[in-house]
């Protein structure tokens, strides 16, 4: 029953901080599962099982709030599928090194943008975009995702807002369904070679569905800046992460 109550609690967690960021929790994910036992194969394939669900959840509650922009996801997936698989292949090319300096340093450049430009972007201003900029995020998030392994949301936020101009909770909500499709993708590779715990993916799933639904409620519940700031913040941590 303990055990039960703890896959609860974790999903709810991680479940939280992807519907309010519009993350897919890959970097929670991951090492909570290998804390629990999961070889890290494995791992990885059930985190992916894992953002499919937390990120549904989130982008159905977005949907519903109108937060959600389609041409966007559209544009950005179309390149930053393929980017990903191409990206895969020059992982194996590729020191570690160079990819944990750069990853980082983009990190934390996307952090200081975040903080510099505080409450500019009017929460209204969703037809000015520079939709001519959004292949530019489809190929980096795509690329970063295949080189490194992790989830595009990390860069899809950021990038979305300080360089495409969407509006922060826009932004949030519309990486949420894109994450959705890219995860969902990166499962069906990870099951069909075995690498998807689906008995561990069902047991945090209902925390996963609760906790994304509740944070992207709070999205539209906060100040614009308030969530800039915890991302800037999210952005350092992981930067630092990848750097030790």
Known sequence: MLSYLLDFIIGLGIGFIAG?????????IVPTLVLLGEPIHLAIGTSLACITISALAAAYTHLRKGAV????????????????????????LTPELYLRLTFAGLLLYLAYTLLREGGKCSEKEVEKLNYHRIPVVGVLAGLTSGLLGISGGVLNVPLFHTFVGIPMRYSVGTSSLSLFFTALAGTIGHYRLGQVDLHMALLLAPGLILGARAGA???????????????AVLLVIIALRMLL
């Open 20 to 28: 309010l960021l519009g993350v897919g929790g890959g970097f929670l």
């Open 69 to 92: 922009l389609f041409r966007v996801v559209l544009i950005k997936e179309a390149f930053s599928m393929p980017f990903a698989v191409l990206g895969a292949y020059l992982s194996s």
């Open 217 to 231: 409620l709070t999205v539209h519940r906060v100040r614009p800046v308030l969530i800039k700031r915890v991302f």
